[in-house]
């Protein structure tokens, strides 16, 4: 069986996506660094994610078989007098959202993600592919 075209060309398209020129002027400092890893039995995707939690990723394969990883966190500080009045208010809200193009490979039904350590983990299983022989016999009936 020949690999599909998301199978051959999966990584460098995304390597090609992440580190382009478009890419590059369309991002931010903010932006967490991001690691892939392929065994034999799965994909590893790592992000570096410190002090966030599980609670602010959204992990979703879409239509198209995309593996979306959105990061929304909101954090609020507040001090107030005695009357309730502000005295000081900080607020901060980002936003994350990577997009990775998944090959033909993968049981998007088996995909687990773990957060520790300041690390998200996405583990993405290969499908195991039939064997086929060389040679196959059909019988006439």
Sequence with gaps: MTPTKHQQNWLPGIFND???????AKTNSAAPAINIVETE??????IA????T???????VDKDNHLVVTVERKQEDDEKDKKGRYLRREFSYSQ???TLILPDNVDTDAIEACQ?????????PKKKLPTVSEKKKIAVK
């Design 18 to 24: 992440f580190f382009g020129n478009e890419w590059i």
């Design 41 to 46: 039995k799965e994909y590893e995707v790592e």
């Design 49 to 52: 994610a410190p002090g966030i």
């Design 54 to 60: 599980k609670d602010d990723f959204e992990i979703t």
């Design 96 to 98: 994350f959202q990577q």
């Design 116 to 124: 520790n350590n300041g690390v998200l983990t996405v583990k993405i």
